[in-house]
Nanobody, 115 residues
Framework: QVQLVESGGGQVQAGGSLRLSCAASGVDFSPYAMAWYRQAPGKEREWVATITTQGFTNYRDSVKGRFTISRDNANNTVFLRMGRLKPEDSGTYYC?????????WGQGTQVTVSL
């Protein structure tokens, strides 16, 4: 069974930075494109960024230039470097395969950005 474990969240002031990690166990995730998603309280989960098997990346417009997704296939880990954080970036961040989110969602990691 595939398990996804997100970590690295926390509480930061606006303008600060965080680096999130997502470790996958029970699978070799190198053949899969991976993505980060987030969910703010009372809102639906939304896509944030994708990294393909070849390392090509794509981002939602609101995070372009501030967030960087990367992956370490040897360790089955995907990262999200977040900079110049804004309060609207707050939420629980998750990773999963894309485009099908084929694995059970992890617990996520909470990000809170305050003014």
């Amino acid at each position: 069974q595939v398990q996804l474990v997100e970590s690295g969240g926390g509480q930061v002031q606006a303008g600060g930075s965080l680096r999130l990690s997502c470790a996958a166990s029970g699978v070799d995730f190198s053949p899969y494109a991976m993505a980060w998603y987030r969910q703010a309280p009372g809102k639906e989960r939304e896509w944030v960024a994708t990294i393909t098997t070849q390392g090509f990346t794509n981002y939602r417009d609101s995070v372009k230039g501030r967030f960087t997704i990367s992956r370490d296939n040897a360790n089955n880990t995907v990262f999200l470097r977040m900079g110049r954080l804004k309060p609207e970036d707050s939420g629980t961040y998750y990773c999963n395969e894309v485009p099908n989110a084929r694995w059970l969602w992890g617990q996520g990691t909470q990000v809170t950005v305050s003014l």
